[in-house]
């Protein structure tokens, strides 16, 4: 295209080197003999001539550098800050033309791994989500696990969103928000947590909440009777297991808003649409809403409360992923990262990486409410890019 452009534009300087020539030796034929054309023709190779090679050298030296595009896949609730690490980033590297695509965790990672969306980096908002589905999924083209390695790199705490215009937005507080949100007149968004992981997240939070309140029917209260084939749970060996069905659709009466990602609901709460909606306290922040902490043993950040955490299980009762079992155990969130075995570009995805977990990267997320781990922990550091390793931590191997 560079090229074609440049080519275009010595063209037009020869058909006008040619029309001047012309013109010059029409206007010679009336007012002197015809030998001076030869003079003139080597006027115009001495004046114009040059400006045309002047041309052709500076438009081929002067055309801008086609830019690399960084493809990244996010989890929704990643937006708003990795929207501002984007400017920053390529303010500092003119080269890169960062491509970001936001989506609940498990569909994100799903349009890699089973639909086969080429990205450069995956950022999921549930680091189990990325051994779960990339390292036992492999490239068609290669044959590789779409991923042997992971970061995790920050957590967040799971909170209830309101604004003022909200159904007893006066009245909810700490201690009875478990209360207001049952109520058959209230509206309370959930992402799908067939897609989104603050969608299972949030059935984890009610089971653990009975606990925390004293109160052994709160799950129920706000669940049961809101889905076509309901949402059950039961006991197995002293932990509690929440079972989604395979097609999960509310009934024509429920106070349950469904939608497939979590950052869909904010929109909803930010409309009066629904009241209230579960999500994290990094994404309530950013759109500055209203909203209840829950207490540690409910909001799944806390490394204290681990055992408590692992007292819940969410098991998807369906055939939706190739070869694993999705199931997800209750644990303090953690977000994770990896470069795709078929990345495009893996040494510009390993700087973006660089820049994100570096001073300024964390500047930012700070700045948004969604500070990183100081350590960041990788999974199988063997295979972790030599330039990343040295950022990070091995992790643990009892989480």
């Not at 190779?45 to 041309?55: E, N, Q």
């Not at 990325?130 to 042997?148: D, S």
């Not at 540690?296 to 692992?310: H, R």
């Amino acid at each position: 295209m560079k090229f074609k452009a440049v080519a275009s534009r010595v063209i037009a300087q020869l058909v006008t080197l040619n029309v001047v020539k012309h013109l010059v030796v029409e206007r010679t034929r009336l007012f002197a003999p015809l030998r001076v054309t030869r003079q003139v023709e080597r006027l115009l190779l001495i004046f114009i001539l040059p400006s045309v090679l002047f041309t052709m050298v500076v438009g081929c030296a002067t055309q801008p550098a086609e830019k690399i595009p960084l493809r990244i896949i996010i989890a929704g609730s990643l937006m708003t800050p990795f929207d501002e690490l984007k400017k920053a980033y390529e303010a500092e590297h003119p080269g890169i033309d960062i491509q970001i695509e936001a989506h609940g965790s498990i569909q994100a990672i799903r349009l890699v791994s089973e639909v086969h969306m080429v990205e450069d980096i995956v950022f999921s908002a549930d680091h189990a989500l990325i051994p779960m589905l990339m390292y036992q999924t492999t490239v068609p083209e290669t044959g590789k696990p779409y991923a042997n390695w992971y970061i995790k790199f920050a957590t967040n705490h799971l909170a209830l969103a309101y604004t003022a215009k909200s159904k007893y937005a006066n009245e909810i507080n700490a201690d009875n928000w478990y209360k207001i949100i049952a109520r058959s007149n209230v509206k309370l968004g959930l992402a799908d947590p067939r897609f989104d992981a603050v969608g299972y997240r949030a059935l984890m939070a009610l089971q653990l909440a009975k606990a925390a309140y004293g109160k052994p029917t709160i799950f129920e209260d706000v669940m049961l009777g809101q889905f076509k084939s309901p949402v059950t749970m039961e006991t197995e060996s002293g932990r509690a297991i929440i079972h989604v069905p395979e097609i999960l659709e509310t009934k024509p009466q429920s106070s349950i808003v469904l939608r497939g990602a979590s950052m869909q609901e904010i929109a909803l709460l930010e409309s009066g649409d629904v009241d209230y909606a579960f999500e994290y306290e990094s994404v309530i922040q950013q759109h500055k809403l209203n909203f209840i902490k829950m207490p540690d043993a409910v909001n799944l950040g806390n490394e204290q409360m681990v055992k408590q955490y692992g007292t819940v299980q969410v098991r998807l009762d369906f055939k939706r992923f190739a070869s694993v079992k999705p199931e997800f155990n209750g644990e303090v969130i953690g977000y994770g990262l990896t470069i795709p075995s078929n990345a495009p570009h893996p040494q510009q995805a390993q700087d973006f990486i660089i820049f994100m977990l570096g001073p300024k990267g964390r500047a930012i997320m700070q700045a948004n409410y969604h500070p990183l781990f100081a350590s960041p922990q990788a999974d199988q550091i063997n295979a972790v890019p030599t330039a990343l390793k040295a950022l990070c931590v091995p992790m643990p191997l009892a989480q």
